[in-house]
Each structure stands twice: as structure tokens, then as C-alpha cells.
């Protein structure tokens, strides 16, 4: 196995940890810190296991498998926890981890198809700026130029969700149209 799919590994294996200490009590609230800690670890490993994969040819159907798939526990395991603790609305949780099971639809009736849907650059700045403001939400700082920032980074990350949706359904309508059967 090589290390981009080593690292992505990882990130899965990460996110069980990442719950528990979100959603631990322990005095001195050490534990935000512990889970902020591993969220900012295990989104680093997003980023290297595809510019590893990239820049020395080892890019696997394995990767291409799982990679989306650990980004999509990981943030949606982040979003379900930052709504039980009162950081992030109900809705906003749902519109994001709608958009995830729609792409994913939309990826599966694609590959059905034998066309493979690459990731776009609006789906790339979504996932950056929800992992940033879900790092910001983790942190929870009472300042309030903080708390202007996770408001301004949710808001940012909504719209990117909803746009790298309709972009990707209208570049992909074509597969949407099409049927095998």
C-alpha cells in the first residue's frame, strides 16, 4: 500500500477520535483543543495524500475510492458534532451533507455510465473553506473578531457548497440524460 493511501487510511481512522474528544466533557475544555488538534492533522493528510499521489504517479483506484470518501466522514462527522454541541445550526448541517450525497450520486450514475467526474475547483474551495470554518467553530474563541470570522466562514463555505453543486450537475447533465439500460 503506498503512503498517499496510508494517509488516507489514517484520516479515516482519525475521525473516531475526532467524535469522541468533540464530544467529551473534560474540565478546562482540553478536549475542543485535543479534537481541533487531530481535525487540523487529519485535514493536512487530505492535502498531502493527493499531492503525493499527484506528483509521483501513484494515484490508485483505491485512492479515488477512498480519499472522497474520508474527506466526506470527516467533514460530515464534524458538521453532526458541531450541531449537538450548538455550534452550527441543524440546517446548515443538512444543506452541506446534502450536497455530499448528491455529488456522490451524481459520481455513482456517472461511473455507471463509464465517465469518471473529477473534482472541480469550486468543490476544491468548498472543501477548503469548510474545513477552515469548521476549525474556527472547533476553536471557539470568545473574541469578537473571531466569532465575525466564523460567521463570515460558514456564510462563504454555504455558498461554495451550493455553487460547486449546480456546477457540477450543469458541466455533468449529460450523464444525468444518459441511460445504459
Given at each position: ?171 455533468n447533465r449529460a450523464v444525468l440524460k444518459t441511460d445504459r439500460h
Open positions: 500500500m503506498n503512503l498517499p493511501n496510508r494517509l488516507t487510511i489514517l484520516r479515516v481512522i482519525m475521525i473516531p477520535f475526532f467524535v469522541f474528544f468533540m464530544l467529551a466533557d473534560i474540565p478546562q475544555g482540553f478536549h475542543k483543543w485535543i479534537a481541533l488538534a487531530i481535525f487540523i492533522i487529519a485535514s493536512f493528510t487530505d492535502l498531502f495524500d493527493g499531492k503525493i499521489a499527484r506528483k509521483y504517479g501513484l494515484v490508485t483506484n483505491f485512492g479515488k475510492f477512498m480519499d472522497p470518501l474520508a474527506d466526506k466522514l470527516l467533514v460530515c462527522s464534524a458538521l453532526i458534532c458541531l450541531v449537538a454541541n450548538g455550534a452550527l445550526k441543524e440546517w446548515m448541517a443538512i444543506v452541506i451533507i446534502s450536497r455530499e450525497f448528491i455529488i456522490s450520486g451524481l459520481r455513482l450514475v456517472a461511473s455507471d455510465n463509464g465517465v469518471v467526474i473529477a473534482a472541480s475547483y469550486w468543490g476544491k474551495f468548498k472543501t477548503v473553506f469548510q474545513m477552515i470554518m469548521i476549525g474556527f467553530m472547533i476553536g471557539d474563541v470568545d473574541l469578537p473578531f473571531f466569532r465575525i470570522t466564523t460567521v463570515i466562514l460558514t456564510w462563504i463555505a454555504l455558498i461554495l457548497t451550493i455553487v460547486s453543486l449546480i456546477d457540477y450537475i450543469y458541466k
